[in-house]
């Protein structure tokens, strides 16, 4: 498995966007409000992708996973749109991507990666813990008076 960076000279942002939201499916009818990756276009995929640091996990020619990641100082790398192909789940692309963000982590000088999770997935909660996250907050959505995520972070 490859790890290739998405950035200018990505060539795939159809494959990409399909893998999120296949990634993503599963959740639609256990979530609310709806997942944000319903939102994404194309314009949108390439416009997060100059803004954030993203990569992609290849093997074969067939995209399996990628990952978002933004600094915010002064301790948190952001992990977001943590996909993997339903078909490539529990192989190890969803942890290699998460050590690439550890590396670009490090490379920030920041000390922890956070993410934030729906709520309603506690099997995503156990995964993450599993990988060194703990949970530090609940939040809801603009509009919600109940908690719809979860903030989890790992010290690096």
Not at 3 to 18: M, R
Not at 136 to 154: I, Q, W, Y
Request: one cysteine or more; glycine letters at 6%.
């Amino acid at each position: 498995m490859n790890l290739l960076p998405i950035d200018e000279t990505f060539g795939d942002w159809e494959a990409l966007l399909a893998l999120i939201l296949a990634s993503f499916a599963y959740m639609h009818s256990r979530i609310d409000p709806p997942s944000s990756a319903l939102h994404l276009t194309l314009p949108l995929l390439r416009q997060k992708a100059t803004l954030e640091k993203a990569y992609a996990a290849v093997e074969n020619g067939k995209l399996l996973g990628c990952i978002f990641c933004k600094p915010e100082p002064p301790d948190c790398l952001y992990i977001g749109k943590l996909a993997v192909a339903p078909d490539a789940q529990g192989k190890g692309v969803g942890r290699l991507l998460l050590e690439t963000a550890e590396t670009y982590a490090a490379e920030c000088k920041l000390p922890c990666l956070r993410l934030e999770t729906r709520i309603e997935l506690l099997e995503n909660h156990r995964v993450f813990a599993k990988w060194g996250f703990v949970q530090t907050a609940e939040g809801c959505h603009p509009g919600f008076t109940r908690p719809t995520f979860v903030e989890m972070r790992k010290t690096l």
